[in-house]
């Protein structure tokens, strides 16, 4: 099965500019998560969805990050304006709904904001 | 509070040992338990998990962990460590359809 595709890989921006990513779930996953990762640290959730409905967002810095997930497939994640402490590797997971389903990660998008 | 602790930021391990890499949990309820391997430039990949049963479970590439209920631990384990298993591994807790991760564990293996 294809995997969690995300776009772009790598993506430097200077600070208070905007920046978005995309995420294309493994077919079938309900659930879809973007977690950001800082350099050396575990990953942290920033949002999660269950089809197009969210689930989780209660660690998303709302005054700057938004994420939509029209037609409860593909996720947009977006940063208005970005922090130079933003700079972080943003990934994206889905999984089949239940406790016991995996997650699935993309490779991620490494953001530089200088 | 659910957690998940990883006590060791690094684990050393020479060529052909043995390797265990560390997991302690606190959750409410039943848990259900992962271990994920994150190599460099790459998303986490999905090793092994326990949901129920035997306390030994068996993995991707020759890993097993080891579900230790009286001790709330969840230790990721291999018999005979390879150069290619050097990485950064998380472990994993879901409950109530949340996911919580440890802060990783760099592990490095010696030739």
């Known amino acids: 099965e294809a995997g969690v595709a995300q776009s772009p890989r790598y993506k430097i921006i200077e600070k208070r500019q905007s920046v978005a990513f995309w995420c294309n779930p493994i077919?079938?996953?309900?659930?879809l998560y973007w977690y950001q990762q800082i350099l050396g640290q575990g990953p942290k959730l920033l949002i999660q969805?269950?089809?197009?409905?969210?689930?989780?967002d209660s660690q998303l810095p709302k005054d700057r990050f938004s994420a939509e997930r029209l037609k409860g497939v593909d996720s947009t994640l977006k940063i208005q304006p970005a922090k130079l402490e933003d700079s972080a590797v943003y990934l994206c997971?889905?999984?089949?709904?239940?406790?016991?389903?995996?997650?699935?990660f993309g490779n991620g998008t490494r953001l530089t904001v200088t | 509070a659910q957690s998940v602790a990883q006590p060791e930021d690094q684990v050393n391990v020479a060529e052909g040992n043995p390797l265990t890499v560390k997991c302690t949990y606190s959750v409410s309820g039943n848990p259900y338990l992962f271990w994920y391997v994150q190599y460099p430039n790459r998303g986490l990949q999905f090793l092994l998990k326990y949901i129920t049963g035997d306390n030994l479970v068996k993995g991707s590439y020759g890993f097993e962990a080891e579900f230790n209920k009286s001790q709330t631990s969840f230790h990721l384990k291999k018999p005979s460590a390879l150069v290619s298993d050097s990485a950064l591994y998380f472990c994993?807790?879901?409950?109530?359809?949340?996911?919580?991760f440890g802060k990783g564990t760099r592990l490095h293996i010696l030739p």
């Open positions: 997971a889905s999984s089949l709904a239940g406790n016991n389903s995996p997650l699935h």
């Open positions: 969805f269950q089809n197009n409905g969210v689930v989780d």
């Open positions: 077919s079938g996953h309900a659930t």
């Open positions: 994993a807790v879901r409950v109530d359809d949340k996911i919580i």
